[in-house]
Each structure stands twice: as C-alpha cells, then as structure tokens.
C-alpha cells in the first residue's frame, strides 16, 4: 500500500509538473468563452512505467504513446485508444471516459477500459500482461488545431505471477482533426 501512495503522490507530482503551463496562460484564455474542449485528435509522446511487478520482466518501463480521443456529440463522453510500447512489446488499451470542462479549452477526465498485451510476460509500461485499466487525465487546446495531454494509467494486476498493479505516466501532443 506505501508503493502504491508514494506512486500516486509521484503521478500527481509530474503531472502537476506539465499542466502547470496551461494555467499559468489563463489570463490570455480569460477572453475567450469555450470551456473545455470538444477536439478528436490523435497524439503521440512518452509512457513511463513507474512500477515493478516483483519477478522477471517486470521492471519499470520506458517507451512512448500514440493517444486518441473521439467526442461522443454534445454528451460528456469520448472514445479513446492508447497504444503504449517498450523496445519488447506493446499494450494496447480501448477506453472510455468521462470528461469534466475544468477551464477555458481545458479538461480533465477520468477513464475505463481494458489493456491487451501483444506478448505476455514482454514489459510494457503498463505491465506485462492483460489487465482493466482506470486512468485520469487533463488535456488542453494550446492552439487552434493542438493539443497537450498527460494521464496517468493504473493496470489492475497488470504482472504475471503477481497481484501488483501497474502505473503508467503518459504525456504528449496532439493534432486535432474534429
């Protein structure tokens, strides 16, 4: 359980870390009236995996992220895929969320969905084996037609042989194309 708070509290920290930006800009946002963000877009950037399962294959992983998200009409729900690999193997990971207008062309988000391994036992950032996933996430339009977005992934019994879970830190930039 100490693991699993002192990873919570170092997700929390870096992801502070790339939003803070965002709010830093807010005076400029301040004139425009759109809250939140309406944009599909696809994205790409890191996955870091900041867990370790306890057997072979299960360190901590760093490799990279393509992101997408579908705005499901005016309801408050998207459709996102997220492709997370290492030099081994990757995760594939269908989800859907919830998300919350927090500022100007700003949301914050919550996720469920399920990650399919390509290889078991080969580590990902979000494990080394199937699993369902829980994430949170913010994102925010810089530009007219780009994106910045962090998440955070938690792989539920993510590791072989082990009932630990998995942490994945995410972050990128993306193209909006809706």
């Known amino acids: 359980m100490k693991r699993f708070l002192k990873s919570l509290v170092t997700i929390s920290a870096l992801s502070s870390l790339v939003i803070a930006p965002v709010f830093m800009s807010a005076g400029k946002a301040a004139a425009e009236t759109q809250k939140g963000t309406d944009a599909s877009y696809i994205g790409a950037g890191i996955a870091a995996g ?3 399962g306890g057997q072979n294959n299960d360190a901590a992983t760093l490799g990279g992220n393509i992101t997408g998200r579908l705005k499901l009409g005016n309801t408050p729900f998207s459709a996102r ?14 989800e859907v969320s919830v ?3 927090i500022a100007n062309r700003t949301n914050a988000y919550i996720t469920g969905g399920y990650s399919f391994v390509e ?5 990902t950032p979000l494990g080394n084996r199937d699993s369902v996933v829980v994430g949170a996430g913010v994102e925010s339009e810089v530009t007219n037609n780009f994106l910045v977005y962090t998440n955070a992934k938690v792989g539920l019994k993510a590791y072989q042989n082990s009932p630990a879970s998995a942490v994945s830190i995410n972050g990128g930039i993306g193209y909006r194309f809706k």
């Open 50 to 52: 900041v867990t370790n």
């Open 119 to 123: 290889s078991d036992a080969k580590p």
């Open 99 to 101: 998300d919350v207008p």
């Open 81 to 94: 895929g997220n492709v997370l690999w290492s030099d081994e193997t990757t995760a594939i990971i269908p």
